[in-house]
């Protein structure tokens, strides 16, 4: 039997929350099991919550609290939690975030913005400067390395399949985020991805017949262990969904878009065209 491995709670808040759970679950001699029993989560759910790898749901916590009688401390502990774990991110996104690291499959529709695992530095600064406009500097700063920093799934030696669609005005559009320079830089990142096989890409055309969808910004999860979610956001609110009817009619409609987008190979060839003539001055600035 391998060595039991203790959390040092004090190493984050969200490490404390789990030694503390472990510690209380075992002093009232109950098994991960029995803990979990009667909730809609299992115990290998718990146990990554007592390893300071999930954030504790309110629904469980109110769950946990009933089963070791622990009188509400960890319904009152789930705001410590929730603002530990989303640092510089957005509460709506920080589960988000935390669910990209455990991913297996994710697929993206972009209708207004390079996606934040895509985006270079300065990409992501000039998207902070123009929906956050009042931020300090140092906001900006830490918001900017939490997306780049999510961006470090690309690195891992697991094979994230990240499949994206991009609608053409991203790439080459009238109106660019940043100048001739950034964009180039953008771009070329981009295609660095797919050239290491991280990532796989399709334009959508200006011209393609799915005006219904170009408000919406579509992202498909898929987990080893877990069942699919969707989510979708605007600058300033997201939604996740996880019944599986409603993740299903988005499926047919994300289906719809990558139907009418433009293989891989000629979405490739599309950006690195594109960078090359943000490079020559023959994109506008």
Known sequence: MPARKD???????????????????????RTLQETAHGSFFGPSYLSEIEHARRRMPLELARH?????ETDGFFERRCEDVRKARRGAHAAYFAPIAEAETRARVIER????????????????????????PLDLPEEVDAKVRARLQRAKLFDAPKKLEY???LHESLVR????????????EQLDQIVGLVRRRRVVPQI??????????????????????????MYTEGPYHGQTIDDPALVH???????????????P????????????????????P
């Open 64 to 68: 946990v609290d009933r089963v070791l």
């Open 109 to 132: 529709w972009s209708n207004a913005l390079i996606p934040g695992l895509l985006q270079t530095g300065a990409y992501a600064r000039a998207v902070i400067h123009s929906t956050h």
């Open 204 to 229: 959508l055309p200006c011209n393609a017949p799915t005006r219904a969808f170009m408000e919406l910004s579509l992202m498909f999860m898929e987990f080893d262990d877990e069942p699919p979610l």
């Open 265 to 284: 190979e000629a979405s490739l060839a599309i950006i690195e065209e594109a960078a090359e003539d943000y490079r020559n001055g023959q994109q506008n």
């Open 249 to 263: 009619q988005y499926r047919k409609a994300y289906d719809r878009l990558r139907a009418a987008a433009l293989p």
């Open 7 to 29: 959390v040092d709670g004090s190493a984050s808040v969200p490490a404390f929350y789990g030694a503390e759970l472990r510690w209380k679950r075992e002093a009232a001699g």
């Open 163 to 165: 499949w994206v669609i």
């Open 173 to 184: 559009g009238p109106d660019p985020l940043l100048p001739s320079s950034g964009m180039a």
